[in-house]
T-cell receptor
Framework: KQEVTQIPAALSVPEGENLVLNCSFT??????LQWFRQDPGKGLTSLLL?????REQTSGRLNASLDKSSGRSTLYIAASQPGDSATYLC????????????FGKGTTLSVSS | AAGVIQSPRHLIKEKRETATLKCYPI?????VYWYQQGPGQDPQFLIS???????DKGSIPDRFSAQQFSDYHSELNMSSLELGDSALYFC??????????FGQGTRLTVV
């Protein structure tokens, strides 16, 4: 059974710092991995999708990498801003169409000004 | 761009009542997911549909059922509601090679 772990559970940084969020998964046979952002009481916003054949994806100040063989992904946030404060979740999908996205418990990020 | 639409956004029900949540996926998305998220919890997978057929099932109570209709919208039916069913319920849709997009959720409060 696929399990997804995110470390750290919480992170506080001053504005301007670069930071890395970690996601690991137990079964490397994933179809893709997706990073989401969630603000309190709100829906999940997709940040980046990495297909299993890809190594990384970039969007603005965000860069996500995937090492499928070691079961790891990282989300790198450059020059953090207070508006980046949110919970970041990673989720993996399997090869069978329509199977569940399996989520980690998330990393709650707080960026202070 | 069209997003995933969920209705209602908020719902208050009494114990033992029934609730129906609706989800309208992004056009041409072939997969719909339902998730439950309690306060401070990660999303818990309930059920999914691929091309209108149930494709995966998670920790969905027997009191809950779901279906996807010919127009691809989906409904989550919840009966004999309990206080512990109070949560945010999310619907998401995707295709095989695209991101999963989530709706804004339905906040269900059982009193």
């Amino acid at each position: 059974k696929q399990e997804v772990t995110q470390i750290p559970a919480a992170l506080s940084v001053p504005e301007g710092e670069n930071l890395v969020l970690n996601c690991s998964f137990t079964d490397s046979a994933i179809y893709n991995l997706q990073w989401f952002r969630q603000d309190p009481g709100k829906g999940l916003t997709s940040l980046l999708l990495i297909q299993s054949s890809q190594r990384e994806q970039t969007s603005g100040r965000l860069n996500a990498s995937l090492d499928k063989s070691s079961g790891r992904s990282t989300l790198y946030i450059a020059a953090s801003q207070p508006g980046d404060s949110a919970t970041y979740l990673c989720a993996v999908s399997g090869w069978v169409a329509g199977t569940a996205l399996i989520f980690g418990k998330g990393t709650t990020l707080s960026v202070s000004s | 761009a069209a997003g995933v639409i969920q209705s209602p956004r908020h719902l208050i029900k009494e114990k033992r009542e029934t609730a129906t949540l609706k989800c309208y996926p992004i056009p041409r998305h072939d997969t719909v997911y339902w998730y439950q998220q309690g306060p401070g919890q990660d999303p818990q997978f309930l059920i999914s549909f691929y091309e209108k057929m149930q494709s995966d099932k998670g920790s969905i109570p027997d009191r809950f059922s779901a279906q996807q209709f010919s127009d691809y919208h989906s409904e989550l039916n919840m009966s004999s509601l309990e206080l512990g069913d109070s949560a945010l319920y999310f619907c998401a849709s995707s295709t095989r090679n695209t991101e999963a997009f989530f709706g804004q959720g339905t906040r269900l409060t059982v009193v």
